[in-house]
C-alpha cells in the first residue's frame, strides 16, 4: 500500500492503459485478420479451420478492448469523455461490426442454408471492425476539439484522408497479422496460401506505414518536433532503424517458411508503430489540449484501482498465457466441438 | 437544454434498447453456468452420463447466448461515454473504478476460461475442465456483483464527495461498494437470473417430456429445474419484498409509483390494479383491498405512506410504467411460486414425469423469467427518474453534447443490426432447444482421443478420480 501510494499515479495509469491498448492490438489484431483473410479463403474447410484457430481465445482477446475503454474511463474520465463523443460514429460503427463477428464464431456452425450469411457477417465485420479502429486513430491524431471539458467538434469532423489512411494501414497491418498466425497454426495448402497473403500484406503494410509516417510530423507543430528537429531525432531515430530490422526479419521468415518469426515480426512492427505513436502524442492523452495528468481522475481512485490491478493483472496474464498454452502447436483438421 | 431535448430523448431510447436487449443474455448465462457447473460436478461425481449428456447439450446453448452477452455487452461499455458523456465524467472517479474490478475479475476470468470450457476437455482433462467450468460461472456471479453495485449506487449515493472540478470522488470505497441498496439488489438480481434459467430448463425438459416421457436427460432436467422454482422462486418473493422495504427508505417517490399512490395517506390500500394517470394525479378504475398496502409496506394497519404529490412534479417518476412493469414483475413471481408448489405436489404424488398439464404449463413458463427481468429493472430505472446519481445528477444534465441526428442514425442502426443478430441467434438456441438431448454422446474417461500433432497433455487425476468414483 505505501509503495503504491508513493507511486506517480497518472503516470503509473497511462503507462498501464497504454499497455492494455496494446495488448488489445496485438491479440485481437490477428484474429481480426483472420476475418479480414476469410473472402480470400475458398475452400470451406479451411475456412473452418481458420475460425476454429481463433475460437478459443478471441474472446479473452476481446476483453482487452473492454478494459481499454472500462479503464478510460476509471482512472482517466475527462478523456473517456471527450475521446468517445468525438469519435461517435467510427466507434459504433466499430461496436456493430464487433457484434456481427462475434456471434458469427457461433452462429456459423449452427445453419448451414445461411453459413454464408454468417461468413460475411464474419468478414465484414472483422474488416469494418479493423477499419473503424485505424479511423479512430487517425481521428486522433489530427486532434480532438475540446472546450470547457466537453468535446465541441462536430460529427463529421474524424472524417479526413488521414484518417482514412489509417483506417486503411491498420486493415491492411491486422490482415499481415493474421496470415502470420494462420502460417504459425496450420500446415499444407492453407499455410502456403498464408504465406503468400503474408507477402502482399507485409509489403502494403509498409507502405502505408511509410505513409502515415511521412504524414504524422506535418499535422501538428509538436508532431515535427518530435520527429525531425535536432536533438530529438537521434532518440526518435532509432524507431525507422528498428522497423527496418523487423522487416528483415519478417521477410527471411517469410522466404525461409519459418513459422514463428514472421509472426513475431509482424507484432515487432506493431509495437513500434505504436511506440511512434506515443512518441508523437506524449503527455498528450487527447491532443492537442488534455494531457494524461489533467485527464486522470483523483488519487484516491487510481489508488483504489492500482490495489487491485496489482494482484488481478498477474493472474490474468498467467490464465491467459495457460489458455494460449493449452491450445498450442497445428491446428488438427478432425478437432474442433462443433 | 431544450435544444439538447432531441438528442436526450434519442439517447434515452437508445440506452434503454440496447440495455434491455444486453440483460437478456447475462439473465441466463449467469443461471447456465452456475447449472453447468453442477451439472459437470454431479457427472465427475456420480460418471452418471446423462449428466454429461446433459452439460454437452447446455454448453452449447450457452456459447450462443454467452456470445451474445458479451457483444451487447461491449456496446454498453462503450455507450457511457459516447452518448453520457457528462455523466461519465462526472461519476467516472467513483464508477469507474468499479467497473475497472469488473473487467479485472469477471470479464477475463470468463474470458479466459470459456475457450477451455467449450473446446478444451480432451486437451486439459476433466478434472481442469471442471476448474474451468467453476471460473466462468464464478466470473458471471463477479460480474454481476461490480455491476450491481454500480447501478445500486446511482440508485443510493454514499460515501463520495464532490470535487472542484464537479466530479463525484470517492470519500469512503467502502460505502461506494456496499452502499444502501447493493445487498438486496444483488440476491435479488442473482435469484432472478437463477429462476431465468430454471424455467427455460424446465421448459425445455417438458417439451421433450411432452414428446417422449421416457427421455432420461428430458427428466433429469425437468426434476433439476423444478427443485429450483420450488425452492428459489418463494425465497425471491421474500427477498423482493425485502427489496421494495429497502426501496421505501431510500427512493420512497420510486415506491409510490409503483403502488400508484398520488396521495399521503395513512393505512393505505393495495391497489391491485388500475390506471395511473399523472395528469389527473388519480388511479383510474382501480380494485384495491384496504389497508394491506400499509401493513406490506410499514408492517402496520395505519403505517403512513408518502404520495407522489410529495414530490414537486418535475422530481417524480413517471407512475403508469413504473405500476403496470411491477404487477407483471410480481404477477410473473408469484406464478413461478404456484408451478414450484404444484410439483412438488406432483412429486409427491410419483406423477412428474406423467402430469401433461404441468408439462404444458412448464412450457408455456418457459421464457417467464426474461420477462419478470425485464419488468423489474424497467421498474426499478423508470422508477428512479429523472435521476441519474439519485437526487443529484438528472439525467437531462448527464446527456453528452452531441448532434440529434448522430445519435437518431445510430439508434436506427441498432434497432436493425439487434432484431436481425439477436433474431438469429434466438432462432439458433430454439432450434438447439427442441433437438432431443440424446446420451450418444459420451465421453470415454479412460482414453481420451488424442489430437494429432498435439503434444498429449497426461492427465495424472484421470485414473485417480476414476477410483475415487468407484466405478
Known amino acids: 500500500m505505501d509503495f503504491l501510494e508513493s507511486l506517480d499515479l497518472p503516470f503509473v495509469w497511462a503507462m498501464l492503459i497504454a499497455a492494455a491498448v496494446l495488448l488489445y492490438v496485438l491479440l485481437d489484431g490477428f484474429d481480426l485478420g483472420i476475418g479480414i483473410l476469410f473472402p480470400l479463403i475458398r475452400e470451406e474447410r479451411h475456412r473452418d479451420l481458420a475460425m476454429n484457430s481463433v475460437a478459443p481465445i478471441w474472446d479473452g482477446n476481446e476483453t482487452w478492448l473492454v478494459l481499454g475503454g472500462g479503464g478510460l474511463f476509471a482512472v482517466f474520465p475527462l478523456a473517456y469523455a471527450t475521446l468517445l463523443p468525438a469519435l461517435y460514429a467510427p466507434l459504433l460503427a466499430m461496436l456493430l461490426a464487433l457484434v456481427f463477428r462475434g456471434v458469427a464464431f457461433e452462429f456459423r456452425w449452427r445453419t448451414k442454408r445461411a453459413r454464408w450469411v454468417w461468413n460475411v457477417a464474419f468478414a465484414g465485420g472483422s474488416t469494418i471492425a479493423a477499419f473503424s479502429q485505424g479511423v479512430a486513430l487517425g481521428a486522433v491524431l489530427q486532434g480532438i476539439d475540446v472546450v470547457d471539458r466537453a468535446y465541441a467538434g462536430g460529427w463529421w469532423d474524424w472524417l479526413s484522408p488521414f484518417s482514412i489512411l489509417t483506417g486503411a494501414a491498420v486493415v491492411v497491418g491486422y490482415a499481415l497479422l493474421g496470415a502470420t498466425w494462420l502460417m504459425l497454426k496450420t500446415e499444407g495448402p492453407l499455410h502456403d496460401f498464408a504465406n503468400r497473403v503474408a507477402w502482399v500484406t507485409g509489403v502494403g ?36 532503424v528498428l522497423v527496418a530490422a523487423m522487416t528483415v526479419v519478417l521477410f527471411r521468415g517469410l522466404a525461409t517458411k519459418r513459422d514463428l518469426s514472421p509472426f513475431l515480426a509482424a507484432n515487432g512492427l506493431f509495437v513500434l508503430c505504436y511506440i511512434g505513436i506515443a512518441i508523437s502524442l506524449y503527455p498528450n492523452i487527447v491532443p492537442p489540449s488534455i494531457s494524461y495528468r489533467a485527464a486522470a481522475a483523483p488519487d ?15 493472474i490474468i496474464l498467467i490464465y491467459t498465457a495457460y489458455a494460449y498454452w493449452v491450445f498450442r502447436g497445428k491446428l488438427d483438421p478432425d478437432e474442433g466441438y462443433h | 437544454m431544450i435544444e439538447n431535448a432531441d438528442a436526450l430523448l434519442l439517447a434515452r431510447i437508445q440506452f434503454a434498447f440496447t440495455v434491455s436487449f444486453h440483460i437478456i443474455f447475462p439473465a441466463f448465462s449467469i443461471g447456465l453456468a ?71 475479475s469477471a470479464f477475463f476470468l470468463e474470458a479466459g476460461f470459456l475457450g477451455i470450457m467449450l ?16 471460473m466462468v460461472a464464478i466470473g458471471t456471479l463477479f460480474s454481476a456483483f461490480w455491476i450491481l453495485s454500480v447501478n445500486s449506487w446511482m440508485q443510493t449515493p454514499v460515501g463520495y464527495a464532490i470535487n472542484d472540478v464537479g466530479q463525484f470522488v470517492a470519500a469512503d470505497w467502502w460505502a461506494v461498494v456496499f452502499n444502501p ?16 434459467t430454471a424455467f427455460v430448463v424446465g421448459g425445455v425438459g417438458a417439451w421433450h417430456l411432452l414428446r417422449d416421457r421416457g427421455n432420461r436427460q428430458a427428466r433429469v432436467m425437468f426434476s433439476m429445474a423444478l427443485w429450483m422454482a420450488a425452492i428459489v422462486a418463494p425465497i425471491q418473493i421474500v427477498a423482493g419484498d425485502v427489496h421494495g422495504l429497502n426501496t421505501l427508505e431510500h427512493q420512497p417517490a420510486k415506491v409510490a409509483a409503483m403502488e400508484g399512490h398520488y396521495d399521503t395517506q395513512k393505512g393505505a390500500p393495495l391497489i391491485l390494479f388500475g390506471f395511473p394517470d399523472d395528469g389527473e394525479e388519480v388511479v383510474h378504475n382501480k380494485i384495491e383491498i384496504p389497508y394491506l398496502g400499509s401493513l406490506i409496506l410499514t408492517h402496520t ?52 414425469y406423467d402430469n401433461r398439464w404441468l408439462q404444458r404449463a412448464s412450457v408455456l413458463m418457459a421464457p417467464s423469467g426474461f420477462v419478470a427481468v425485464l419488468a423489474g429493472w424497467v421498474t426499478t430505472e423508470v422508477g428512479r427518474q429523472p435521476y441519474t446519481v439519485y437526487g443529484l445528477l438528472t439525467t437531462a444534465e448527464s446527456v453528452a453534447p452531441i448532434e440529434a441526428p448522430a445519435v437518431r442514425a445510430s439508434l436506427i442502426a441498432f434497432v436493425f443490426v439487434y432484431f436481425a443478430v439477436f433474431g438469429a441467434g434466438t432462432f439458433y438456441l430454439l432450434r438447439m432447444m427442441s433437438k432431443t438431448p440424446r446420451s450418444d454422446q459420451d465421453w470415454d474417461i479412460e482414453g481420451p482421443t488424442r489430437a494429432a500433432g498435439i503434444t498429449p497433455v497426461t492427465d495424472p487425476s484421470g485414473p485417480q478420480t476414476h477410483s475415487q468414483a468407484g466405478d
Not at chain 1, 504524422?216 to 525507422?240: C, E, K, M
Not at chain 2, 447466448?65 to 462503450?78: E, K, L, P, T
Not at chain 2, 405500476?323 to 409427491?348: D, E, H, K, P, Q
Open chain 2, 301 to 352: 394497519l395505519d403505517g403512513e405512506i408518502k404520495g407522489l404529490k410529495d414530490w414537486p412534479k418535475a422530481e417524480r417518476p413517471p407512475a403508469d410504467i413504473v405500476f403496470y412493469s411491477f404487477r407483471l414483475m410480481v404477477g410473473i413471481g408469484m406464478l413461478m411460486a404456484a408451478l414450484g408448489f404444484w410439483s412438488l405436489w406432483c412429486r409427491n404424488k410419483g406423477t412428474l
Open chain 2, 119 to 134: 473446446f478444451g476437455l480432451k486437451r486439459v482433462g476433466p478434472n481442469l475442465h471442471f476448474l474451468a467450468t467453476l
Open chain 1, 300 to 314: 484516491d481512485s487510481l489508488l483504489f484501482l492500482l490495489v487491485g490491478t496489482s494482484v488481478l493483472l498477474p
Open chain 2, 181 to 196: 441498496s447493493f445487498p438486496y439488489r444483488l440476491v435479488h438480481m442473482v435469484l432472478a437470473a437463477y429462476l431465468t
Open chain 2, 34 to 104: 452456475s447449472y453447468l457447473a453442477v451439472l459437470e460436478g454431479l457427472w465427475l461425481w456420480t460418471r452418471d452420463q446423462a449428466y454429461f449428456s446433459l452439460f454437452e447439450y447446455w454448453k452449447k446453448i450457452f456459447a450462443v447466448a454467452f456470445g451474445m452477452g458479451v457483444v451487447s455487452g461491449i456496446v454498453m461499455s462503450y455507450q457511457f461515454g459516447t452518448n453520457w458523456s457528462v455523466f461519465a465524467d462526472k461519476t467516472g472517479p467513483i464508477l469507474g473504478p468499479l467497473m475497472g474490478y469488473e473487467v479485472l
Open chain 1, 205 to 240: 503494410t509498409l507502405a502505408l506505414i511509410g505513409v502515415v509516417s511521412l504524414w504524422t510530423p506535418f499535422l501538428h507543430p509538436q508532431y515535427f518536433d518530435r520527429w525531425l528537429s535536432f536533438p530529438a531525432i537521434l532518440f526518435s531515430g532509432v524507431v525507422p
